[in-house]
Each structure stands twice: as C-alpha cells, then as structure tokens.
C-alpha cells in the first residue's frame, strides 16, 4: 500500500517529503493510521548516520500512536477502530526461549527494528513512523489504555519502556532508593516512573541549575554530582542507579553511591565509554549493567501501570514540517522533554510534490 512520511535521504540533508510503499497486509497484519509519534534521539542519530550503519532513504520514527483501520484475516487482539501503538521493534523470530519469554528485544535471531531493520520474509528495508500509516504484525502491536492522552503517550513506547524495564528488574518499589543520572527525555521517565512505585528519588547532576525541575518532576533530592563532599556524604545510599547519560562519561563517581549489592543500569550511551576502576565494584559486591527497552508483555504492563498512576511524559507538540528545527534543538538539548509530531499535520500533498 503506497503512504507518505517525511524521510532522509542523506546524513547531511534535512528530512524531506517522501512516498513509499508499505508492505501489502498479511493475515496476521494489523494496519495502523498513525496519529502521533514521537522523536527520540535515535531518530537523530540514526537520520545522521552517527552510528555509521543506516541506510538511505530511511523512515525513522518508533515511538508510534494510531488507530486500526484495517486486520487481517488471523488478527483476534485487535479491532477495527481500537487504538493502538508501537515502539522500537516489529518482530522477532518468535520461537527462541528469549520470544517464548516475552523478551523479544532480546532474540536470539535479533528483532526486526521499526526502522532500520530487515523485513524478515521479504527482506525489505523496515520503515518507521513518521509517516501516514504502518504495517504491523498483530502481536508487536500494543494497545493503548483508557484514559491515556493519546498525543502524549507515544514516548511511552521508547523513553518508557527503557526506564521501566529496569526498575521492574531490579524489583523497585516502596522503600527502594533510586538515582537517575541525567534528566532528558529518558531521565524524567525514570523520576517519573520510580516515584509511581514508591521509590525515594534522587537526581543526579553536575549543577544545581535543574533542582528545581526536579522536584517538579516528582524526585525527593537533588544530588549535585560535581559537589565533591556532598558525593562523600551520599556513599552507599542506593539500590539502584539508572544511568541516562547519552555520550561517553565517567562511572567512577557515581559507584560508590551504591550501597552493598547495588546496581547501576545503563540505558543511554550505545558505545564506548570511560576506563572504569573496578574497586568499588569488589569491595562493595556492587554491579554495573545495562538494559534496552522492554519485551512486549513488559511494555504492555507499562502501558498499564501509566494509565493507572497517569504517569505521562512532559512534551511539546511539533507540525511534520518543524522537525528539521527539532533536530537541532535536539542536539542543543533544548526540549522539556520531548517532542512529539501531530501526524494530521503531514499532508500528502507535501510528499506529491517532492
């Protein structure tokens, strides 16, 4: 089926209007309008090349809000009219202990990413959300709560899901004393989330500056990172530390923050970072880990659980064609804390006229 989207054609061109065929609908096939999506900075790096393995031209976009307009004849989870969402994958190969236990981001075979991937039976390129309509099959296709604010829940599919999954991992919950190091897209959805499970929270920064957002954000303290005697005070006073930090730095000051059997969980650099004394690790028996995103029983429970506490993220709304203006907003980390596209505002006419 032919749909239109905005799309990179280049790692040093902005996104353009563009039209492409989606795959023709399976028997297991859900069919999707997409209404909102939302922009992480995957998209960014991905649409730049900054990782060095995309190719062109890419449909980036996987934290993906919309409506059924059509099912295949096997779909039974989902109906005509029923709104639904996606996140980062749209398959996997669904027969390894990985898929059998709900952890499909971690199969065996690889999952199929929502962009960027390979279709695994036609060997086409996979396209993502910021476009007009996606092609899912039934079971990668979530459903969204009542109650949920559809135009704010597409973050949940990506910055939620990969702070969620963590924090369930690591079993938090009232009484568990949480930090979370960086206070970005992914950052405000770990203070957000931690706190709904009744953690105590603390953010932790080099400077004062976000104190103050902070706690409007939910955290009970302020950790200024760069405080040399106040890091000495707060030795040992956390279970868990989630790490949003998305660029090469340091752990050595924040390891011994953990107490005994502690743990901190990377969820935002993918890539090298900086020499690492294992000392805290032996004499504190702490833990360095790292998680991404969630299976799709997982983040189905995280749906769940926001609509419940209505936990949400903070963002701001942006027309299809302001997303040029985003990314580079995005890379001066000028969003309170995330952006997400009114796809209504993506017209077919732009992408005709391309």
């Keep these: 089926m032919k749909t239109y989207a905005f799309a990179a054609l280049s790692a040093d061109k902005p996104l353009v209007p563009f039209s492409f065929e989606r795959r023709e609908p399976r028997p297991n096939d859900v069919v999707i309008e997409i209404l909102y999506c939302g922009v992480c900075h995957s998209d960014l790096h991905t649409a730049r090349n900054d990782w060095g393995w995309t190719n062109y031209p890419i449909v980036v976009g996987h934290e993906i809000v919309g409506r059924v307009i059509s099912i295949g ?9 029923d709104h639904v969402a996606v996140g980062t994958m749209v398959d996997s190969c669904q027969h390894c202990d990985q898929c059998h236990k709900g952890e499909e981001q971690l199969c065996r075979e690889g999952n199929t990413q929502t962009f960027g991937g390979v279709d695994r039976i036609t060997g086409a390129p996979t396209m993502g959300g910021y476009a007009k309509h996606i092609v899912v099959r039934e079971e990668f296709v979530l459903s969204v709560p009542a109650g949920l604010d559809l135009a704010k829940t597409g973050p949940l599919l990506c910055a939620g899901a990969t702070t969620y999954s963590p924090l369930r ?14 206070m970005g897209g992914l950052g405000h959805m770990a203070i957000k989330l ?10 932790l920064s080099r400077s004062p500056a976000k104190a103050q957002d902070a706690k409007e ?10 405080d040399a005697a106040a890091m000495k005070q707060a030795a ?20 011994p923050l953990l107490d005994i059997d ?5 969820v935002g650099q993918i890539g090298p970072l900086a020499e690492m004394s294992s000392l805290p690790l032996l004499l504190g028996r702490r833990r360095v880990a790292g998680s991404a995103i969630a299976g799709i029983e997982q ?4 749906l769940e659980f926001c609509a419940r506490k209505n936990v949400l993220p903070e963002v701001e709304m942006i027309r299809m064609d302001q997303i040029n203006e985003a990314y580079d907003r995005l890379e001066r980390s000028d969003v309170r804390y995330r952006f997400v596209i009114d796809m209504a505002t993506l017209k077919q006419s732009q992408a005709e006229k391309a």
């Design 73 to 81: 004849g096997d779909v039974t989870r989902h109906r005509v009219g």
């Design 169 to 182: 991992t690591w079993n938090v919950g009232p009484g568990s004393r949480v930090g979370v190091i960086g």
């Design 236 to 255: 040992s006073s956390f279970d868990l530390i989630i790490d949003t930090v998305p660029a090469k730095h340091e752990l050595d000051p924040y390891l």
């Design 194 to 203: 931690a706190e709904a499970m009744g953690a105590r929270v603390t953010v």
């Design 299 to 302: 983040t189905q429970e995280m």
């Design 262 to 266: 502690g743990t901190l969980c990377i």
């Design 217 to 226: 954000l939910g955290a009970d303290a302020f950790l200024v990172s760069s």
